[in-house]
C-alpha cells in the first residue's frame, strides 16, 4: 500500500489567497483525520470523519477554514482567505475501524508557508 | 484537551548509548503510542502498548504502559545516527462520536553524535 498521501507537499502564497490541501487516506480506511503542526503548540486535530461524514470539527480554527470528503478516497482542506498565522505543517491520517487495537497512519504532510 | 507531559524535550547523546524518554498524563488512556518524526515527514508509528503493565519491545525500541494507565516511557539501546528525528508520545481513548480519540506529547527531539 502506497500509505497516505498528501499534496502538494510544499505550498507558498500571499496572504489573502485561497489554499487547498489534499489528501488520500489508505484504501479500506473509514477514518480520516486532519492535523496541524506548529512548534508552539505541536500537533493538534482540525477534523475527522467516518465514513465521509464530518464528526468532530471543533478543532477548527475559524470559518476561514473548511474540510470536505466528497468520497472514500479523498479529501481537502481549506483556507480562505489565508493569513500568515495559518503557515504550519498540514497532516492527514486514517485508521481503520473503531477497535483500540487500531490507530492512525500519517501522511507525509503539507508544508504550508503564507507570507 | 487532555495535557501529555513529555521529557526531556531534547536529548544530545552519543552514538552506542542507550536512550530513555517518558510521557506522564493526568487522564487514563486505553492505548499508548510511540510515533518518530523525521525531517520533512508524518510521523511513523514505532510502538503500540494496549495493556496497563504491557512491556513490548520493537528491535532496540522497548516501551511499557504503566500501571496506572497515566504513563509510559520508551527506551532505544544501542543508539545509532539514524535515531535521530522527533519522538512523540501519543494517548488514545476510544473513538466516541464528537470526540477527538489521540493525544500528543510535546516531543523528544533526539540528536546522535556519531
Known amino acids: 500500500d502506497a500509505g497516505v498521501i498528501q499534496s502538494p507537499r510544499h505550498e507558498v502564497t500571499e496572504m489573502g489567497q485561497e489554499v487547498t490541501l489534499r489528501c488520500k487516506p489508505i484504501?479500506?480506511?473509514?477514518?480520516l483525520f486532519w492535523y496541524r503542526q506548529t512548534m508552539m503548540r505541536g500537533l493538534e486535530l482540525l477534523i475527522y470523519?467516518?465514513?465521509?461524514?464530518?464528526?468532530?470539527d471543533s478543532g477548527m480554527p475559524e470559518d476561514r477554514f473548511s474540510a470536505k470528503m466528497p468520497n472514500a478516497s479523498f479529501s481537502t482542506l481549506k483556507i480562505q482567505p489565508s493569513e500568515p498565522r495559518d503557515s504550519a505543517v498540514y497532516f492527514c491520517?486514517?485508521?481503520?475501524?473503531?477497535?483500540?487495537?487500531?490507530?492512525?497512519?500519517f501522511g507525509p504532510g503539507t508544508r504550508l508557508l503564507v507570507l | 484537551g487532555q495535557q501529555l507531559n513529555q521529557s526531556p524535550q531534547s536529548m544530545f547523546i552519543q552514538e552506542g548509548e542507550d536512550v530513555s524518554m517518558n510521557c506522564t498524563s493526568s487522564?487514563?488512556?486505553?492505548?499508548w503510542l510511540w510515533y518518530k518524526q523525521e525531517p520533512g515527514e508524518g510521523p511513523v508509528l514505532l510502538i503500540a502498548?494496549?495493556?496497563?503493565?504491557e512491556l513490548t519491545s520493537n528491535g532496540r525500541l522497548t516501551a511499557q504502559f504503566g500501571i496506572t494507565r497515566k504513563d509510559s516511557f520508551l527506551n532505544i539501546s544501542a543508539s545509532i545516527p539514524s535515531d535521530v528525528g522527533i519522538y512523540f508520545c501519543?494517548?488514545?481513548?476510544?473513538?466516541?462520536?464528537?470526540?477527538?480519540?489521540?493525544?500528543f506529547g510535546t516531543g523528544t527531539r533526539l540528536t546522535v553524535i556519531p
Open positions: 502498548l494496549y495493556k496497563a503493565g
Open positions: 491520517a486514517s485508521r481503520q475501524g473503531r477497535a483500540f487495537q487500531e490507530t492512525q497512519y
Open positions: 501519543a494517548g488514545q481513548i476510544p473513538l466516541d462520536t464528537g470526540a477527538n480519540n489521540l493525544f
Open positions: 484504501s479500506g480506511h473509514d477514518y
Open positions: 487522564s487514563i488512556f486505553n492505548t
Open positions: 470523519f467516518n465514513n465521509n461524514v464530518p464528526i468532530d
